[in-house]
């Protein structure tokens, strides 16, 4: 079972940026962040799939960037243009296509965007 280790949430004003990451221990054939915002369901931010693929949310489009560093074994997250809707726990998750990314979660990391 894949670990996985996020690290980089905060606080930040609306129209800032956050970069976070995710430690794994392997690669996995889809890896991607997920966020929930207190009283919502868990939402797919952006995929990255081992071919190289990548897949954003139209929440996302535009402002955030998902990059991997397959030497470091690392997952980014580069969030700019930061909203106050944008709030919420952010997951790293691991896992096959065929299940959209969501075998493995991390334990999550904190987004707080104030206006």
């Known amino acids: 079972q894949v670990q996985l280790v996020e690290s980089g949430g905060g606080s930040v004003q609306a129209g800032g940026s956050l970069r976070l990451s995710c430690a794994y221990t392997y690669r996995t054939g889809c890896m991607g962040w997920f966020r929930q915002a207190p009283g919502k369901e868990r939402e797919r931010v952006a995929l990255?799939?081992?071919?190289?693929?990548?897949s954003y949310a139209d929440s996302g489009k535009g402002r955030f960037t998902i990059s991997q560093d397959n030497a470091g074994n690392t997952l980014y997250l580069q969030m700019n243009s930061l909203k106050p809707d944008d709030t919420g726990m952010y997951y790293c998750?691991?896992?096959?296509?065929?299940?959209?990314?969501?075998?493995?979660w991390g334990q999550g990391t904190q987004v707080t965007v104030s206006s």
């Open positions: 998750a691991a896992g096959a296509m065929s299940t959209g990314c969501t075998d493995n």
């Open positions: 990255k799939y081992t071919w190289g693929g990548t």
